[in-house]
């Protein structure tokens, strides 16, 4: 049997594809190579060209390659362009996310693993923030995931399915042993964008906001080192094998940072003093968004491996030097 990884060629579906075939799992990745690169998926799975809302060509990698499991990572990721293109978005995560699990149920796939996000949360009121908090999410990004967490909540009370949806918080980080990392050349993130400034492709960083609700006034983030996050999916993946309920997750450490204390982890490990400026809040940035992150931990027994603040970015620092000077993604 094999596991079908959709945006297996992506920042953390590629991380995902390293970690099962590290432990021996067979498989296959269905990716459009919209952002993601042919040269980030193991040599060991094999990458099937095409898109997760081909519902005939899923039917068929489903019967063909044996497929038990879905992990399932395709998808738009960036905040604003889902808000002047929300129908873009509904359509690559929410539309295409409903044919994934159409031919999953009709093949016969019974675990499904399911990529979400704290942007279902939107501006939570709560802090840490848990699974059981109201969903408002306020972008369509945020919409998006969470009318497929709807989806994959009615399909498992109607099927014989059962799945694991799990909200990341701040994905961030490398593979300890440099064969993957985040390669997006447009990339928003904040410990990317920095990384980027470390190396030159920057000239400087802005920080977004320093008037926020919070100790030194700039945002506040769970940091999740993408490894950490593989993992809590391996094991996601041996409780549905299991037999194991439906869950709702959190992935995240339950602490956070400013965007002030990462640029200093950023500096400090480094060595490169960087130029820093002060700018206006980008909009829809909550003030704080922290995981309450105790169900992952009791439900599946996850321990991060890689948390300390200083590693993730020690990580990110290793493959934006990498990226560098191999002009992999240029
Ligand atoms: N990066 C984060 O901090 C973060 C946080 C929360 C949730 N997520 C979710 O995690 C998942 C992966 O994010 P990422 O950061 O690795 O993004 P990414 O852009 O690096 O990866 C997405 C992959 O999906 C592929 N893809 C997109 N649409 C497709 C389609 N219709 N058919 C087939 N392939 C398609 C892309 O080519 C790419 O390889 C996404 O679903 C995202 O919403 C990411
Ligand atoms: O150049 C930059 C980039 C970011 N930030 C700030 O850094 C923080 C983190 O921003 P970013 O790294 O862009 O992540 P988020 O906007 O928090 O969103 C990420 O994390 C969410 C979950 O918390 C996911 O839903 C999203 O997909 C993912 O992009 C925010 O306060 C930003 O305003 C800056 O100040 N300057």
Known sequence: MAVLVTGGAGYIGSHMVLALVDRGEDVVV?????????????PSAKLIEGDVGDIEKVGS????????????FAGSIVVPDSVSDPLGYYLNNTVKSRALIEAAVTGGVTHFIFSSTAAVYGMPETFPVREDAPLAPISP???????????LRDSAFAYDFNYVALRYFNVAGADPAGRSGQSTPRATHLIKVAGEAVVGKRSHLDVYGTDYDTPDGTCV?????????ARAHLLALDHLRGGGDDLVMNCGYGRGFSVLEVIDAVKRVSGVDFEVRMAARRPGDPA???????????????TPERDRLDDIVADALNWEKKLKDSGLNS
């Open 221 to 229: 983030r769970d940091y999740i080192h993408v490894s950490d996050l």
């Open 288 to 302: 704080a968004l922290v995981a309450g992150a105790e169900r992952i931990r009791e439900r599946l027994g996850w």
């Open 30 to 42: 269905l990716d459009n190579l919209s952002t993601g690169f042919r040269w980030a998926i193991a």
């Open 61 to 72: 990698i489903i019967a063909e390659e044996r497929i038990d499991s879905i992990i399932h």
């Open 141 to 151: 990004y945020g919409s998006s995931k969470m009318m497929t967490e709807i989806m």
